[in-house]
Structure formats: C-alpha cells, structure tokens
C-alpha cells in the first residue's frame, strides 16, 4: 500500500509542477511579453505615456511575481517559489490578490460540483442498473434512447432552456447568483436552503445531461457481465439473488467506470467555466471567464492552476479509494519491455 | 481484424492460380463486396447506425451542396424577426436583422464540419500513438508515455483551451479543432494502451515477436487492426466533443468570431433578446441549438451502433456477402 500511495502521491506533485511551468510558459509567451502587457494596463488606468521601465518591472514583479528584468531562469525560479508559498500575485482587473479572490469563490464551485457528480453517478449506475436487468424490455429501450438523447444535449444549452423555462416562465428558481442579494451568510437553515435553492438550475443542468452517459455505459457492463461464466456457476451454486446482483454483477460493472469517472471529473471542473458564466455564479470558474476578458492574465493563469489542483486531489482521493475496493490495481506495473 | 486479414492470407497463397484465372473485375467486386457493401449492410441493419448516419449525411449534405445552394445572408435580406415556418423563403424566419436564420445555420455548417474533422482526427490519430507504442513497449518508455497521458488526463481541458484561446486567438477551423482537442486525446490513449496490453501476449503477436518482425510492423499489422473499431467509435466521440467545446466557446465569446458557427449565433440571439423572452423571437436561438443537439444525437446513434458492427460475433451473424458461391470457392 505505502509504495502505492507515494506513487500516486509523487504523481500528483509532478502533474501540480508541470502545470505551474506551463502557466509560467503561458505568461511568457502573452503577446507582446509580460512587459508589455503591464505597461498597457499601466498606461489605461493613468492615462499617460510617462511609464519608467522601472514602474512597468515593479509591478510585473507584484503582479506576476515575474520581473522582466531578470534572466529567464530567475524568473522561472521567482514564479515557481512564490507559487509555493501560495502567493499567485495581483488581479488587475479587481485589484485584490488572487488568492484571496480564488479563497472565496473556490467553495461554491466545490459545492456545486461535488453534488453535481455524485448525483449523476449515483442517478446513472442506479438507472443503468435497472436498464441492464431488464435488458430488452420495453422500458430498456425506452430508456436507453432517452439516455442517448440527454446525452447528446450539451449542458449549456440545457442550462439557457432551464433558465427560459423554470426561471422565467415559471419563476420556480432563480436565474442567476448563488445567494439571495442583500442575505446574511450565516450558518441558519433558511440561509442554506436559498443557498441550495440558487445551486439547483445548475446542478439540474450539469446532472440531467450527463446522467444518460452514466447509465448506458452502467447498462454495457453491466450486460456484459452478466453474460460471464462466474454468474451462471453463482447460480447453479444457488448463490442468493440479491448477493449476485450487488456483489458479483455490481461490483464488477462498477469497476471498469472508474477511468470514467476521473475523465468526468475534470470535464465538470471544465463545465463549471460556463455554467457559472450563464448563471452568474461567481466560483472560480466565473473569474477565470472575467479574467480572460479582461486580459487579467495573473487571475486567469491563478484561476486555472487552482481548478487544476482541485481536480488533481479529487482523481488522487479516486485512486486511493480505488484501491481499497479493487486489490488488482496496487500490482499493476509487473510487465516485461519489449 | 488482424486475425481476419491473417487467415485471408495464408488461405488466398494456395489458390494463386485460382485467382488467376478470375478476371481481375471479379477481384474488384469482391473487394467492393468485403470493405464496402458489408459494412453498409450492417450498418443499415442497425436501427441506431441507420438513423445516426442519415442525420449525420443530412448535415454533411447541407454543408456542402446545401452550402452553394443556399445564398449568403445579409441584412436587411427579409422583415425583422419574421417567426419560424411562415414562408418559405425564410424557413426558419429571421434574426433582428432581417437575415434568415436558416441561411445562418446552413452556411455554418461547413466551418462546423472542418472543424470537427480535425480535432476528431488529431485527437484519435495521437490518442492511438501514444496509447499502442505505451502499450506494446513497455518499460521506460510506457512509463513516460504514461506519466505524460496522466498530466494531459489531469489538467481540465476547457479552462486551458480557454487560455489557448485567449492567447493564440485561432481563427481557422482546422486550428480550432485542434486546439479543442488539445488534451481530449488523453482520456483515449490510457484507455487504447490498457486494450494494448492484452493484446500484446496473444500468440500470433508473440509469434511475430519470436520470428524478428521489427516492433513498427507487429504494431501497425498485429496490434493496430484490433484496436480500430474501439479507435473510430472514439472518433465519433470526439467530434461530438469538438461541437459541444466550439458552440460553448463561441457562445462565451472566448474563441474570436472570424467564421459563422452555430455558438456565434446562439451569442447573438442571447445579446438580443436573452434566452428568450418570448415564443416570437424563440426561434432565433432554438435554431442552433436544434442544430447542435441533432448533430451530436446523430453521432452518438452511430457511435452506439458502431460497437456492434465492429463486434465480430455479431458481425458474423449479419453480413451476408450478395455472391456466398464464390465466396465459398475462394475459401
């Protein structure tokens, strides 16, 4: 198990260095150079030419924790030890330091998305299970071409029809925020049920698409599964039903859904970026939008490293859990080189 | 397929002179046989393939032919905000400007099918690179390919296509598609290398091994034919990715307007008039996303169908070749 974990561990802090080097890359290769950009956002909020070489590298150094000034590899190892020490420099845009602005909108994200995905998974295995047991019947059918559907709608487009319908048409929900304006953040229930009240046309988006992809992949193992020689010797062992059906037919199924999972969590950190812009949700992925449109490039490249590290503590905590149900994984690397 | 092919070879050498005496039309016919007509009669066979590849050639059709015939809008083309199915000169009626919403979608077809084509491409074509020589080789060079398919898994695609965009500002269709697609190969190589694996100690691939065919050949005859079906139902996939990522880009305005596209559209119907406030100016945005969702429906049917083509049990069952005789002889 230990040799496992540091593995698995090693391998996350490699992914979190390579994808800080590449937004140090990234901010590099800003057209016209770091110099530039600073110097004509300097020049847009005073309004004048009279900038000193030595104004623009200050505040590219506060900024971006990257003087200009200094030879690349400084730069490189300035960048890369502020990040440690969680310093990812200054929005321009909102004159805030981005970690305080990513520390206060990181949690809605999270909220959001965590019950997003657990909800599609769990909605999706169950209903993908029913599919497979009932394999043929006229509700498998059904289903399954409503499955395809939903899943051919992306969750955008799902999201505005939401927003015309429930929101507007018939005012069930709110159309935009995450909480009431005006209300106390306090930790009372009438608080947290606007809190939900305003995640819910999101979540619904987010879960209604992407559950029938849940499902018929749940369905496809599940078939295949049973179909194995180990079910029918189960059954003529006389091995309870209801054991089948949970310990050998939805064990196995789940398994190969794994890889599926960890792919979607990524794909819903990435769907958060427009969700949030269409409901006005301000998690992190709304500033990452509002950075890029305002070309603050010290939010955008702080918005983007911190869902990338939220999604690589999600897939670690996936692996270590992983392992704990299927031994098979932990010996994976035995094999010769050709 | 690799089997297939195999088994076709060391049982057409004995009959060489058989296929002499055949006119080398009968040869042509029964290749058009095996590699064109049986896949279409499976396909056909497939109510899920049937109906996908119908949607998918009514699009392909409307970019193209449809492109010519249908003339580019302007404003000022027809009324404002004409709704929809009121004449049949404006179909799908028209924008705030006059222009006819159907002419839109049609003339942002071909833009949408380039675009698709190339990141589905580019994203399989790496996605089966890394994932067979990860998988066949083994040892230090899996490791690597390993640990950079992670990081690629890992880092979410749309806030750093987002950032590409933002820096690189594609324009053409065929950079878009890729830069889409810059990560979704990923999530396909770790899943091509782990069919790798089993396949890599069958016998006949071992038995090339042991006969010195050089790693390049065992990989591209033995290993590749097997792992296309699975590789062309993620191509389907993949393009279904592109729409989704293109038209959310487009909407947000992240990606800049330089060609017409289905997410341009829905932006501009959005900036209008919001989501919408009535069923008089619904159509404007409705027809975009009709387009989109049909699109991708169409691609997911195929794909569904597809893995059933490609199964060989199945296969078997359905493909009838239209001359068994000769079949039979040539066997």
Not at chain 2, 181 to 192: F, H, P, V
Request: no cysteine; proline share 5%.
């Amino acid at each position: 198990m230990s040799r496992y974990l540091l593995k698995r561990l090693s391998m996350a802090a490699f992914t979190l260095y390579a994808v800080m080097t590449i937004t140090f890359v990234m901010i590099q290769s800003i057209p016209g150079g770091p110099e530039d950009y600073i110097r004509a956002q300097l020049m847009q909020s005073r309004g004048d030419g009279s900038i000193s070489m030595a104004q623009v590298s200050q505040l590219a150094e506060r900024s971006m924790n990257i003087n200009p000034t200094d030879p690349m590899h400084v730069q490189y190892v300035e960048y890369m030890s502020h990040m440690l020490r969680g310093d990812l420099g200054e929005s321009l845009h909102f004159a805030a330091p981005v970690d305080e602005i990513i520390v206060q909108a990181m949690p809605w994200t999270l909220f959001l998305l965590s019950i997003a995905t657990l909800l599609t998974f769990s909605a999706g295995i169950v209903l993908g299970a029913i599919m497979a047991y009932l394999e043929g019947s006229r509700f498998d059918v059904g289903t399954t071409v409503v499955s395809m559907f939903l899943n051919s709608i992306p969750y955008y487009i799902f999201a505005l029809l939401a927003i015309a319908v429930l929101a507007y048409d018939w005012g069930l929900f709110p159309a935009s925020g995450h909480h009431p304006t005006g209300a106390d953040p306090a930790l009372s229930l009438s608080y947290f049920l606007a809190v939900i009240h305003h995640a819910s046309l999101p979540i619904l988006s987010l879960v209604i698409t992407g559950l029938g992809g849940v499902a018929l992949t749940m369905r496809g193992n599940a078939i295949q599964v049973i179909g194995e020689d180990y079910i029918r010797v189960a059954n003529l062992r006389g091995v309870p039903g209801r054991q089948i059906a949970t310990r050998y037919v939805g064990r196995n199924a789940l398994l190969p859904m794994y890889t599926s999972l960890m792919i979607s969590i990524g794909f819903m950190f990435g769907g958060a970026v427009v969700l949030e812009e269409i409901f006005a949700y301000e998690g992190i992925g709304w500033y990452l939008l509002e950075a890029v449109n305002a070309r603050d490039y010290p939010l955008m490249m702080g918005a983007f490293l911190i869902i990338t590290l939220a999604v690589i503590v999600f897939i670690l905590i996936a692996d270590l859990t992983y392992s704990k149900i299927d031994p098979r994984v932990e010996q994976e690397d035995s094999r010769e080189a050709y | 397929m690799a089997e297939r092919t195999s088994t076709f070879q060391t049982d057409a050498e004995p009959d060489r002179d058989d296929r002499i005496t055949r006119s080398r039309r009968e040869l042509y016919r029964e290749r058009l046989d095996l590699f064109v007509l049986t896949p279409l009669r499976v396909i056909w066979s497939d109510w899920r393939t049937r109906v996908g590849s119908l949607i998918i050639l009514v699009w392909v059709f409307l970019g193209t032919v449809g492109y010519w015939l249908v003339s580019e809008p302007f404003p000022g083309d027809g009324p404002r905000m004409e709704p929809a199915f009121q004449s049949l000169e404006f179909p799908l009626g028209t924008t705030i400007r006059g222009e006819s919403v159907f002419a839109l979608v049609v003339q942002a077809t071909p833009a949408m099918l380039v675009m698709i084509t190339a990141g589905a491409v580019f994203s399989v074509a790496i996605a089966t690179l890394v994932g067979t020589v990860s998988g066949y080789k083994g040892g230090r060079v899996d490791r690597a390919l390993t640990v950079v398919t992670d990081i690629a898994m890992t880092i979410p695609g749309l806030p750093l296509i987002i950032l590409l965009a933002a820096l690189i500002e594609p324009t053409h269709p065929v950079t878009v598609g890729i830069v889409l697609t810059i990560n979704a190969w990923a999530g396909l190589a770790r899943a091509i290398r782990s069919q790798v694996l089993t396949l890599r100690d069958h016998s006949y691939v071992e038995a090339s091994r042991i006969m010195g065919v050089p790693t390049r050949r065992i990989v591209v005859d033995d290993i590749l034919p097997n792992i296309m079906p699975y590789v062309l139902v993620n191509f389907v996939q993949s393009a279904r990715g592109v729409i989704f990522g293109s038209v959310a880009l487009y909407y947000l305005g992240v990606l800049p307007f330089s060609n017409e596209n289905w997410g341009v559209m829905l932006n501009d119907a959005y900036d209008s008039f919001g989501v919408f406030t009535s069923w008089e100016t619904a159509h404007w945005i409705l027809a975009p996303m009709f387009a989109v969702v049909t699109l991708s429906f169409g691609l997911i049917l195929f794909a569904q169908g597809t893995e059933r083509l490609f199964n060989p049990r199945i296969r078997a069952r359905h493909a009838e070749t239209i001359d068994e005789d000769n079949m039979e002889g040539h066997r």
